[in-house]
């Protein structure tokens, strides 16, 4: 089956894009369809390392929708078999992509049309990052013996993996991954599950379960030692130990003088490279990443958090429009008070017993605006007259309508009864 792995680091400077770019070309060399996506939508330089000067199709062009369909913006490489996705440079508004962007290019990544596809989810720890990085069946941390890098890798992996705890529990559990004694230190990621066992055994073993699946590898870059080759292995005991999930080392690779002529070069190490150790290493990994390919299609929605992110991501705003919900044979009337592009809050006239999740149709506004939704309930109030409720297999112009939603109504919440 399809091979997607996402390569992060947490902060620059690591060489993840030079890793990215050389381990896509040893895939490609193995007669493997690969395709390069640099989600890197405020520094892009990934095109750069493949030979690519001025890509005349970049990611921009999908998120802005000025075209439908992310193979649109392929462009082929030097390597036979091998085409990218180029980030390209910032542009206004398209570094951030909101969270129906993000939902839509991790579902655009995965149906591209490669046996393999290799993502460099830029820099940082952002909720974007995360989620693109979390997407991936398998996911590479690239990092240098330095301490910072090291600091940096540690972090960001440990973000990573709450960051998919956190999607894959129900909403009153997630509380109990931020309610640690914050003077005891770095807490450990299997405390945090003990203490959410102790509140909710299932939600406890979905967290496990979690754990066991999440599929890392470290990366090794720019060793100048054999003695530094030992930091990298103390990071795989340290994530072992700490995270609580495996962290073997995919490779190890040198500081050399070719390394870095093909970075000024534009040209990928790998295009010419022999039996180098640095040559066999990426070979080496590209053939034990093949070998990890799922036997099925992971389900990506699952991999995402879910549209809790309403309530912590998304921006809400107001939006008054009549709402019913239909759920298990009974009909409530409700008036929708705010939105946002995971969901709606719903004032009811009377007090639901029970999870309320069904199908609940919002509008007709003035401008003729309806839709018609499965939902159900991430949290109410003490009355349980206001129900919040988060979006459940919403299809993509769902999504899309959610978005114009929410954009009108942003632009209208100025406006005197907020009327949209």
């Excluded at 520094?43 to 750069?48: E, F, I, S, Y």
């Excluded at 993000?102 to 393999?116: E, F, V």
Aim: with cysteine.
């Amino acid at each position: 089956m399809k091979l997607t792995v996402a390569v992060g680091g947490g902060k620059g400077g690591t060489g993840k894009s030079l890793v990215v770019a050389n381990l896509a070309v040893a895939i490609a060399q193995s007669g493997k369809r690969v395709i390069a996506v640099d989600a890197d939508l405020g520094a892009a330089n990934l095109h750069t390392l493949l030979g690519i000067a001025r890509p005349a199709a970049l990611l921009e062009h999908f998120v802005s929708r000025k075209v439908e369909r992310l193979d649109q913006v392929l462009v082929p490489t030097q390597q036979p078999g091998l085409s990218v996705v180029c980030g390209g440079m910032a542009v206004l508004g398209s570094a951030n992509p909101n969270h129906a962007q993000k939902q839509k290019l991790i579902r655009h990544i995965h149906n591209l049309p490669a046996d393999a596809i290799v993502v460099d989810v830029g820099a940082g720890s952002s909720f974007n990052v995360l989620d693109l990085y979390n997407s991936a069946a398998i996911k590479l941390v690239v990092l240098t013996p330095e301490i910072t890098s090291v600091h940096n890798a540690y972090g960001f992996l440990k973000a990573a993996l709450l960051r998919r705890i956190a999607g894959a529990v129900a909403p009153g559990a997630r509380e109990q991954l931020e309610t640690g004694d914050a003077g005891k230190g770095a807490e450990l990621i299997k405390d945090m599950i003990g203490r959410l066992e102790r509140f909710d055994l299932e939600q406890g073993r979905i967290a496990s379960r979690v754990l066991s699946e999440y599929r890392i590898r470290l990366v090794g870059n720019m060793l100048g030692a054999p003695k530094e080759a030992h930091v990298i292995e103390a990071v795989s005991r340290l994530v072992t130990d700490h995270l609580h999930v495996d962290a073997p080392i995919a490779g190890l690779l040198w500081r050399g003088d070719k390394m870095l002529r093909s970075v000024n070069e534009r040209r990928p190490f790998m295009l010419s490279a022999g039996v180098e150790a640095n040559a066999i290493t990426f070979r080496d990994m590209a053939q034990g990443l093949l070998a990890m390919a799922p036997e099925t299609d992971i389900d990506v929605d699952m991999r995402l958090p879910p549209a809790k992110t309403y309530e912590r991501e998304s921006p809400r705003f107001p939006v008054y429009l009549p709402a019913t919900l239909n759920a298990d044979g009974r009909s409530l009337a409700g008036e929708v008070r705010n939105a946002s592009e995971g969901g709606f809050l719903v004032a009811f006239r009377e007090p639901m017993a029970g999870v309320a999740s069904g199908r609940l149709r919002v509008g007709p506004a003035a401008d003729g605006f309806e839709i018609a939704v499965s939902v159900r309930e991430c949290h109410r109030d003490p009355s349980g007259l206001e129900i919040g409720f988060q979006l459940v297999d919403a299809t993509e112009d769902v999504r899309e309508a959610m978005t114009r939603l929410v954009a009108r109504a942003a632009v209208s919440s100025a406006l005197p009864h907020h009327e949209i």
